[in-house]
Structures are given as C-alpha cells and as structure tokens.
T-cell receptor, first 112, second 113 residues
Framework: TQLLEQSPQFLSIQEGENLTVYCNSSSVFSSLQWYRQEPGEGPVLLVTVVTGGEVKKLKRLTFQFGDARKDSSLHITAAQPGDTGLYLCAGERPGGYQKVTFGTGTKLQVIP | GAGVSQSPSNKVTEKGKDVELRCDPISGHTALYWYRQRLGQGLEFLIYFQGNSAPDKSGLPSDRFSAERTGESVSTLTIQRTQQEDSAVYLC???????????FGSGTQLSVL
C-alpha cells in the first residue's frame, strides 16, 4: 500500500504552459517535502512545508500544504525545459519519528 | 567531501553472489536512510538509522538484505544471494535534523545478471 499517491504519473507539456502536480494521502504528515530528480542523480530537495494551509513560492514554483496536512500540490508557472525531471513528494509522519516516505513520483517533460 | 558519497556507482553481479554497497553521509548528519528505486519509479524505503537508536528495518524486503552503520558515519547495505529482482538503483541519504530534509547521494546502480 502506497502512503503517498501522486498524480499525474506522467506529464508532457510545451514550454510556457502551466501545470499542477498533486500528492495525496489518507494519513496526516507533520511535514512534507518536494524533491526533483534528474537521470543518474539522487533527488534534490526543493521545499519543506510544515504548517497546514502553508503556501511557499520558489521563483516559478508554488507549493501548498493542505489544511489537514494530508495532501500537497506543486504548481509550475511558464514551464521551462530545465524543469524536466521526476518530481517526488515525501512526508514525515507525526511523533518525531522522522521516517520519510516517498510518493509514487511524477515524470515531467517540458518540450522546447 | 561536501555531499553524500556512494560507492560503487555501478555494480554488475551474477545471480547468487553477495554485494556490499557503501554510503558516506555528510559529516554531522545524525540520520541516514537507504532507499531502492526501480526504473522510472518512486523511492522504496529500506532502512533508517538515527544516532544510537535501534534502526528501523521495516522496509527491508527479505532477510537477504541487511545494513549497518558505524556511529554517525559510514553505512553499508549488504545483499546476500542476489536475485534479478534486486536490480535497481540504491540511494542513500543523510539528514541533519528532525524535519525530514534529506540530502541524497547519486546512488549505486545494481544489475544482477
């Protein structure tokens, strides 16, 4: 059973388009992270959100943590070819346990 | 080095052989994780070390898999009697704090023939 489900699984868009990736769970998380992974490399942390309803912006990327801390979204405005990669959400369960569980991943391709 | 280092970067082995994968975390990071990633998929949790606490081994897929960590430094993941389904990228990550911020190595690509 996958704790964190991401959608869509694959996304191919033209440069300049906007997109949203979703990360959903039936469980509550004390914090949630988004990572991007390029081929042959490990995932790289983009952002951490810890408060329900929190919105963080990182240039053209907007991250939101759901009010109930069970879901999150990543919105990219005016996508660029450099945004291409595998996007992974990850969550830490409450209780200070720190075991980090990863989502199923969204593979994004931005076509020039 | 400044980042998490994993070795070897690639390992090809024959079915039935044992393999040992190594991870050097960032100095001072108390937490260390091992994950497995099959081609194009998400990360599958294997094991988690936090300081001197007992490791969380709940993700190890079988008793052929084991891992050790020396204090807060090097970790090794050992796979005994490798099978073809063990072929994957094995990723190691370390973390400095309790907010789940993980820093990953580039992984070891394991191919079992």
């Amino acid at each position: 059973t996958q704790l964190l489900e991401q959608s869509p699984q694959f996304l191919s868009i033209q440069e300049g388009e906007n997109l949203t990736v979703y990360c959903n769970s039936s469980s509550v998380f004390s914090s949630l992270q988004w990572y991007r992974q390029e081929p042959g490399e490990g995932p790289v942390l983009l952002v951490t959100v810890v408060t329900g309803g929190e919105v963080k912006k990182l240039k053209r990327l907007t991250f939101q943590f759901g009010d109930a801390r069970k879901d999150s979204s990543l919105h990219i405005t005016a996508a660029q070819p450099g945004d291409t990669g595998l996007y992974l959400c990850a969550g830490e369960r409450p209780g200070g346990y720190q075991k980090v569980t990863f989502g199923t991943g969204t593979k994004l391709q931005v076509i020039p | 080095g400044a980042g998490v280092s994993q070795s070897p970067s690639n390992k090809v082995t024959e079915k039935g052989k044992d393999v040992e994968l190594r991870c050097d975390p960032i100095s001072g990071h108390t937490a260390l994780y091992w994950y497995r990633q099959r081609l194009g998929q998400g990360l599958e949790f294997l094991i988690y070390f936090q300081g001197n606490s007992a490791p969380d081994k709940s993700g190890l897929p079988s008793d052929r898999f084991s891992a050790e960590r020396t204090g807060e430094s090097v970790s090794t993941l050992t796979i005994q009697r490798t099978q073809q389904e063990d072929s994957a990228v094995y990723l190691c990550a370390s973390s400095p704090d309790r907010i789940g911020k993980l820093f990953f190595g580039s992984g070891t690509q394991l191919s079992v023939l």
